[in-house]
């Protein structure tokens, strides 16, 4: 799974292995622009399908740009609209 988010591109996948919840997501935070590997995040907690542990990718890769963009807002001082309206949901 691919997407775009916030000017990054995620990209999701699955592994299995052979615990009571097998699927586990790999999630890759790209560069918007170049493509560039910015961060790739390994979850040791499994679910029971491919689609659970894709969306749970997807959210955990959200959640991860959100806050970068929040390190960067104290550096900066300056927040964005969606940091001032709700800054840890996007």
């Known amino acids: 799974m691919e997407e775009h988010y916030k000017g990054h591109v995620i990209q999701v996948t699955t ?4 615990s009571a919840f097998p699927w586990k997501p790999i999630c890759r ?3 918007g622009a ?3 590997l910015i961060k790739q995040l390994d979850w040791d907690i499994g679910y029971d ?3 659970q542990a894709e969306k749970a990718g997807l959210i955990i890769s959200k959640k991860w740009i959100v806050q970068g963009s929040l390190s960067l807002w104290w550096v900066t001082g300056q927040p964005s ?3 001032l309206i709700n800054p840890f949901f996007a």
């Open 15 to 18: 592994e299995k292995d052979n």
């Open 81 to 83: 609209a969606s940091q």
């Open 49 to 51: 399908t491919p689609d």
């Open 29 to 31: 935070i790209l560069d």
């Open 34 to 36: 170049s493509r560039e």
